[in-house]
């Protein structure tokens, strides 16, 4: 039987998703509870409808193909009742706007591969390649392994991009296929990272030591605000990577581009209102780290 995944996107010319000029897979369900989740739609498991207010043309067709009564309504900001919806997709079929749209698809390696070997001269002239992201990758490890080892016999950089939140099982799957790996690292105090992420980190933290025995890894890290955008975070941090060998470190700041995915999935975010870090203070904390010896990337 050939092995297949869910993703969300295949995005060309990404630059933010590791060295050079990349391919990005988004890869679908993820196990942690972000509250401040950038793609939102990358969550579940499965896959799902979304509707963009904006495209629909009133026109109904949505409410006569949907076979359960109540699932749509008509006009309506949030248009489906995900509690009733049973996600047959029809609505999403039949949208000749666009409005509805399924959010998730099953694909085989060869299919996403056909589209990743289509820009090999970009990889080639800058250094790289296909980035594996989510989600979180690794809770579909065998499909994220496969598409990894594939890319890789075609000649392909590879990039895993990860919370760090799996088995070990899971990470020796990928081992072998990964030339770098960009590890988030969202809070160093277990009752935080439990409260904002909604798990502990230890198996987060005790990957990231093996990991980085194994293959080059770049730290990002989230910058969020009122959860890790301190002074004492960062010398947290950056002690960290000193420990482990690691010389790279992205940080990422919070913003709200993710405010319309949430709306077309229906969903709320604690963090629309949240403001991003300043520049002053970002500043200040990539000089930190770059005095302590660490290559620094603000990834804005």
């Given at each position: 039987?050939?092995?297949?995944?869910?993703?969300?996107?295949?995005?060309?010319?990404?630059?933010?998703?590791?060295?050079?000029?990349?391919?990005?897979?988004?890869?679908?369900?993820?196990?942690?509870?972000?509250?401040?989740?950038?793609?939102?739609?990358?969550?579940?498991?499965?896959?799902?409808?979304?509707?963009?207010?904006?495209?629909?043309?009133?026109?109904?067709k949505c409410i006569?193909?949907?076979?359960?009564?109540?699932?749509?309504?008509?006009?309506?900001?949030?248009?489906?009742?995900?509690?009733?919806?049973?996600?047959?997709?029809?609505?999403?079929?039949?949208?000749?706007?666009?409005?509805?749209?399924?959010?998730?698809?099953?694909?085989?390696?060869?299919d996403i591969i056909?589209?990743?070997?289509?820009?090999?001269?970009?990889?080639?002239?800058?250094?790289?390649?296909?980035?594996?992201?989510?989600?979180?990758?690794?809770?579909?490890?065998?499909?994220?392994?496969?598409?990894?080892?594939?890319?890789?016999?075609?000649?392909?950089?590879?990039?895993?991009?990860?919370?760090?939140?799996?088995?070990?099982?899971?990470?020796?799957?990928?081992?072998?296929?990964?030339?770098?790996?960009?590890?988030?690292?969202?809070?160093?105090?277990?009752?935080?990272?439990?409260?904002?992420?909604?798990?502990?980190?230890?198996?987060?933290?005790?990957?990231?030591?093996?990991?980085?025995?194994?293959?080059?890894?770049?730290?990002?890290?989230?910058?969020?605000?009122?959860?890790?955008?301190?002074?004492?975070?960062?010398?947290?941090?950056?002690?960290?990577?000193?420990?482990?060998?690691?010389?790279?470190?992205?940080?990422?700041?919070?913003?709200?581009?993710?405010?319309?995915?949430?709306?077309?999935?229906?969903?709320?975010?604690?963090?629309?209102?949240?403001?991003?870090?300043?520049?002053?203070?970002?500043?200040?904390?990539?000089?930190?780290?770059?005095?302590?010896?660490?290559?620094?990337?603000?990834?804005?």
């Amino acid at each position: 039987m050939e092995l297949t995944g869910i993703i969300t996107d295949i995005q060309r010319f990404s630059i933010n998703d590791g060295p050079g000029i990349r391919t990005t897979v988004f890869l679908k369900g993820c196990p942690l509870k972000c509250l401040w989740c950038h793609n939102p739609e990358t969550k579940n498991h499965f896959p799902e409808i979304g509707f963009r207010p904006v495209k629909c043309i009133g026109c109904g067709k949505c409410i006569e193909i949907c076979p359960i009564p109540g699932a749509i309504s008509v006009p309506g900001k949030d248009r489906i009742n995900q509690s009733l919806c049973i996600k047959c997709f029809k609505c999403s079929e039949a949208c000749p706007s666009g409005a509805l749209e399924t959010i998730g698809r099953t694909v085989s390696v060869d299919d996403i591969i056909s589209e990743v070997v289509k820009d090999l001269p970009f990889y080639k002239n800058s250094g790289g390649g296909m980035t594996v992201s989510g989600g979180e990758p690794l809770a579909q490890a065998d499909f994220t392994a496969e598409l990894l080892r594939v890319a890789q016999m075609k000649g392909i950089n590879t990039c895993l991009d990860t919370s760090g939140y799996a088995t070990i099982t899971a990470w020796e799957k990928v081992f072998p296929y990964v030339n770098v790996v960009l590890f988030d690292i969202k809070h160093l105090d277990p009752a935080m990272h439990k409260k904002w992420v909604g798990v502990a980190n230890d198996i987060i933290l005790s990957n990231l030591k093996e990991v980085a025995s194994k293959v080059p890894v770049r730290l990002r890290i989230p910058l969020i605000p009122g959860v890790n955008d301190t002074e004492q975070y960062i010398r947290e941090v950056g002690d960290l990577a000193l420990s482990l060998k690691i010389k790279y470190c992205d940080i990422i700041p919070y913003h709200d581009y993710a405010l319309s995915k949430y709306k077309m999935l229906g969903r709320g975010s604690s963090f629309y209102q949240a403001k991003p870090v300043n520049s002053k203070q970002l500043l200040q904390y990539k000089t930190y780290l770059e005095e302590r010896g660490l290559e620094v990337t603000t990834l804005v």
